[in-house]
């Protein structure tokens, strides 16, 4: 059983910076890709960001690039998002996300972590 758990959300003031982290275990964490979502109050659950299984590959959401940054380490079994410059509008519950097979641009989650909270105040 493949098991994600999230971790770094918080509060945090406009313009200032979060790091979220996800440890997973379970599985063969080094074979599949990943990806960070999130879901803001009555909007659907958007894909932020993605990276392929080594790690050199990723993809960005348009509103998230340059000020987001996603990395794996496959040695730690964890994912993790480095927010910049952070805006309300980035307000929501993060997901990180294990991919079906190599898919990281079109990428489709097989298993969630229970997500967790980041609020950015204005």
């Known amino acids: 059983q493949v098991q994600l758990v999230e971790s770094g959300g918080g509060t945090v003031q406009e313009g200032g910076s979060l790091r979220l982290s996800c440890s997973v275990s379970g599985g063969t964490f080094t074979a599949y890709p990943m990806g960070w979502f999130r879901q803001a109050p009555g909007k659907e659950r958007e894909r932020v960001a993605s990276i392929n299984w080594t790690g050199g590959l990723q993809w960005y959401t348009d509103s998230v690039r340059g000020r987001f940054a996603i990395s794996r380490d496959n040695a730690k079994n964890t994912v993790n998002l480095q927010m910049n410059s952070l805006r309300p509008e980035d307000t929501a519950v993060y997901y990180c996300?294990?991919?079906?097979?190599?898919?990281?641009?079109?990428?489709?989650?097989?298993?969630w972590g229970q997500g967790t909270q980041v609020t950015v105040s204005s």
């Open positions: 996300a294990e991919g079906y097979g190599i898919q990281w641009k079109d990428f489709q989650p097989a298993y």
